[in-house]
Nanobody, 127 residues
Framework: QVQLVESGGGLVQAGGSLRLSCAASGFTFSSYSMGWFRQTPGKEREFVAAISASGGTTYYTDSVKGRFTISRDIAKNTVYLQMNNLKPEDTALYYC????????????????????WGQGTQVTVSS
């Protein structure tokens, strides 16, 4: 079955960096676009970044552009989120997700267009 397992979260000071990883299994990793979302208590899940199946196309929410980088390693079945210059407002539970249709990146900001989700990894940025 499809599994997505995030890791790499933690506590960091403002201005610091973290790299999140999402290990995927149970499907053909190279056929699906992937996304990262985040959520804080009482708020809806928010789109952060997405990457196409080939890795050649990426998208970011405006608040992380220039600070976060999404990438994928096909050989390792893993998608990454490199987060630099972290800010307290980046504090959230971060989830990776797999798109619901092969080779598709439409509606990448919509959580409903992702079929599978990991359990999340907590990122806390102190000021």
């Amino acid at each position: 079955q499809v599994q997505l397992v995030e890791s790499g979260g933690g506590l960091v000071q403002a201005g610091g960096s973290l790299r999140l990883s999402c290990a995927a299994s149970g499907f053909t990793f190279s056929s699906y676009s992937m996304g990262w979302f985040r959520q804080t208590p009482g708020k809806e899940r928010e789109f952060v970044a997405a990457i196409s199946a080939s890795g050649g196309t990426t998208y970011y929410t405006d608040s992380v552009k220039g600070r976060f980088t999404i990438s994928r390693d096909i050989a390792k079945n893993t998608v990454y989120l490199q987060m630099n210059n972290l800010k307290p407002e980046d504090t959230a539970l971060y989830y990776c997700a797999r798109k619901n249709i092969r080779y598709d990146l439409r509606d990448y900001v919509q959580s409903r267009s992702y079929a599978y989700w990991g359990q999340g990894t907590q990122v806390t940025v102190s000021s």
